[in-house]
């Protein structure tokens, strides 16, 4: 079955970097869909960062190129880096995956959650 399981998290200053890793099992990680996603306390979850096969990516704007998603096929994990952190960026971490749709693109709908890791941004 899928198993996602995040690594990397932690607490850190404000202005600093930290890079997340999934570590992917139980389905053809080259050819999904993934994905990285955070909640805050007491807000919902929201998308961070998308890749796709082809290894197209997709941020949401207010992010300002602040995070950089990459994938490694040959082992099965997903990474992403997080620059210039701010306490705003304080949240749990979840790694997400979806099979694509016919003809291999994808609506990053995603179905399958790793446990999630925390980040804290201290001022």
């Known amino acids: 079955q899928v198993h996602l399981e995040e690594s990397g998290g932690g607490s850190v200053q404000a202005g600093g970097s930290v890079t997340l890793s999934c570590a992917a099992s139980?389905?053809?990680?080259?050819?999904?869909?993934m994905g990285w996603l955070r909640q805050a306390s007491g807000k919902a979850r929201e998308g961070v960062a998308a890749?796709?096969?082809?290894?197209?990516?997709a941020y949401p704007d207010s992010l300002e190129g602040r995070f950089i998603v990459s994938r490694d096929d040959a082992k099965n994990i997903l990474y992403l880096r997080m620059n210039r952190l701010e306490p705003g960026d304080t949240a749990v971490y979840y790694c997400a995956t979806v099979s694509p749709l016919r003809g291999g693109s994808c609506a990053r709908d995603f179905v399958y959650y790793g446990q999630g890791t925390q980040v804290t941004v201290s001022p």
């Open positions: 890749i796709d096969p082809d290894g197209t990516t």
């Open positions: 139980g389905y053809p990680f080259s050819g999904w869909c």
